[in-house]
């Protein structure tokens, strides 16, 4: 056995091979080497692979682009390096397909608006069945980007601002139909007493206006109306 020794890195772990057969999973520290040893060193540490865009197509017919992020580490060094040739390419691929799945199911219309939540949920429990049984844990597949068409991209424009320019419309003939009923509360109060008519008339005269008041004729007090 040798004296020397190799020191494994914080968040990493090493595989221990004795003449081709897999002895031990070595934790991050410092170890003694043998002779007829092979080692191979895992990352641990969480790790993001960028799916690139790709075409989906949704339940109405229309080709979207879709990219999104798988978040995911190691979880079994020892399946992650024996069960595939290339287990990150497996991880990869589940979430290529989980996505095309899940949002297959959608309308053009869910991924335009983003009316409901994507089934984000669900993308991940695919992606991570697959990843698991080659050693990974995926933590989440989140979606950055769903690229539409320009020309649904240009309805839904159209759609936002006719919705926009009906409530606008809507509101204006409420504030009219309000003030059109708080003018006839007014001229029935004005019919129901004439005075108050009179003062809001001469409240209403600009700085100036010069206003002549007539007194009707009344009879003296105490004298009787005789033809």
Not at 54 to 65: F, K, M, Y
Not at 89 to 108: C, E, F, K
Not at 196 to 208: D, E, F, H, I, K
Not at 210 to 217: E, K, M, N
Request: glycine share 4%; net charge neutral.
């Amino acid at each position: 056995m040798s004296l020397l020794h190799f020191t494994i890195q914080p968040r990493h772990c090493a595989l221990r091979y004795l003449h081709g057969s897999f002895e031990q999973v070595l934790p991050a520290g410092r170890h003694r080497r043998r002779l007829g040893q092979r080692l191979v060193v895992v990352d641990l540490r969480e790790r993001l692979t960028q799916v690139a865009p790709q075409e989906v197509l949704t339940s109405d017919g229309v080709s979207v682009r879709v990219s999104a992020v798988v978040r995911w580490s190691i979880a079994d060094p020892v399946a992650f390096a024996e069960v595939s040739e290339d287990p990150t390419a497996t991880t990869y691929l589940a979430a290529q397909v989980a996505l095309r799945d899940a949002l297959a199911t959608l309308t053009a219309d869910d991924l335009v608006s983003r009316g409901r939540s994507l089934p984000m949920a669900a993308i991940t429990a695919a992606t991570a069945e697959v990843a698991r049984r080659v050693g990974a844990e995926v933590a989440e597949v989140v979606v950055k980007d769903v690229i539409v068409p320009v020309e649904l991209r240009a309805a839904a424009a159209e759609l936002a601002t006719a919705r926009r320019r009906g409530e606008a419309q809507l509101e204006a003939a409420r504030a009219e139909t309000a003030a059109l009923r708080s003018l006839a509360n007014g001229a029935k109060l004005l019919d129901a007493h004439p005075a108050l008519a009179r003062l809001r008339l001469v409240q209403s005269a600009p700085p100036g206006t010069r206003i002549v008041l007539g007194v009707a004729d009344t009879l003296p007090i105490g004298q009787d109306d005789v033809d």
